[in-house]
């Protein structure tokens, strides 16, 4: 797939970037090779390929779960100006 100079152009405006004309050529070559690797990897049959998260078969060493701190809420909220059924209360920003 080959991209012309004014669809770079319209990516680029969509972006938010800046081209000078002589970088146009450039990125539309960059941009068609990219696209054209992306056709090939489409084409590949996938069929029966399982998903996998990881290309080694490696386990996730988890930490334990345990309780490393006490709950101090209620020593914060103690502190705190308005408090109502263990929510700090604040001022209403929206209408």
Do not use: C, N, W
Not at 24 to 38: C, G, N
Not at 40 to 69: F, K, N
Request: aromatic share 4%; hydrophobic share 45%.
């Amino acid at each position: 797939m080959s991209l012309s100079a004014d669809q770079i152009r319209q990516v680029a405006h969509l972006a938010r970037l800046e081209l000078r004309d002589d970088e146009v050529d450039h990125y539309a070559e960059q941009l068609s090779r990219i696209l054209e690797m992306v056709d090939q990897l489409s084409a590949v049959d996938t069929q029966g390929v399982v998903p996998m998260a990881h290309p080694l078969a490696m386990v996730q060493r988890l930490r334990i779960d345990e309780v490393s701190e006490t709950d101090r809420r209620a020593d914060y909220q103690a502190q705190a100006p308005a408090v109502q059924d263990g929510l700090f209360m604040v001022p209403k920003v929206l209408e």
